[in-house]
């Protein structure tokens, strides 16, 4: 669809007045969650300037978002705001709490508000993100040592999110 005019045109702009009360509920076209250390200055980047060239309003985490235990409350605002969340599984994603925290925070998003999920397995497969094997098998072994009952039960939550994820239909790619 052509436009005059260099602005951001999100997926939910329609003219359709029938569409006009669901538009709202989107502030962003698509929400990436990626491990910076692995994908941040290659894959990513590329695929946000491909994105942001499309005009598709586009939320990438950026160097006001204080990095911290928790995740901060502006990022789970961007991903409850997010039509479309797409997951960059990289071979640390799993190692990250931040990344689980987003992780589980989009499959929560999909089944209460329709958010569509797509996963990229960048240099891993599937089957490790779903079964938490091979590296992702480590990350875990990591995150559960030591771990408080309160930990556990977030663990677990971890855990049926990326079930959940690594069994959608997504994008394997290997690093190019």
Same mark, same amino acid.
């Given at each position: 669809?052509?436009?005059?005019?260099?602005?951001?045109?999100?997926?939910?702009?329609?003219?359709?007045?029938?569409?006009?009360?669901? +538009?709202?509920?989107?502030?962003?076209?698509?929400?990436?969650?990626?491990?910076?250390?692995?994908?941040?200055?290659?894959?990513?980047?590329? &695929?946000?300037?491909?994105?942001?060239?499309?005009?598709?309003?586009?939320?990438?985490?950026?160097?006001?978002?204080?990095?911290?235990?928790?995740? /901060?409350?502006?990022? &789970?605002?961007?991903?409850?705001?997010?039509?479309?969340?797409?997951?960059?599984?990289?071979?640390?994603?799993?190692?990250?709490?931040?990344? &689980?925290?987003?992780?589980?925070?989009?499959?929560?998003?999909?089944?209460?508000?329709?958010?569509?999920?797509?996963?990229?397995?960048?240099?891993?497969?599937?089957?490790?993100?779903?079964?938490?094997?091979?590296?992702?098998?480590? /990350?875990?072994?990591?995150?559960?040592? +030591?771990?408080?009952?309160?930990?556990?039960?977030?663990?677990?939550?971890?855990?049926?999110?990326?079930?959940?994820?690594?069994?959608?239909?997504?994008?394997?790619?290997?690093?190019?």
């Amino acid at each position: 669809m052509a436009s005059s005019s260099n602005s951001k045109r999100p997926f939910s702009s329609s003219s359709s007045s029938s569409s006009s009360s669901s +538009n709202s509920k989107w502030r962003y076209d698509v929400f990436l969650s990626f491990r910076g250390e692995d994908t941040r200055k290659n894959f990513t980047s590329h &695929l946000y300037k491909a994105l942001d060239h499309a005009n598709i309003e586009t939320f990438k985490d950026d160097k006001e978002l204080r990095r911290g235990e928790e995740i /901060a409350p502006e990022l &789970l605002k961007a991903i409850e705001g997010s039509r479309i969340a797409l997951i960059v599984f990289s071979k640390t994603y799993a190692h990250s709490k931040w990344c &689980l925290d987003e992780l589980a925070k989009i499959m929560e998003c999909q089944e209460e508000k329709g958010q569509k999920v797509f996963p990229i397995f960048y240099d891993v497969e599937p089957s490790e993100v779903r079964n938490q094997t091979g590296i992702y098998g480590e /990350a875990f072994n990591n995150h559960e040592s +030591n771990a408080d009952e309160e930990k556990k039960k977030k663990i677990e939550k971890w855990r049926i999110a990326l079930r959940k994820a690594g069994n959608l239909s997504g994008f394997p790619l290997q690093d190019r």
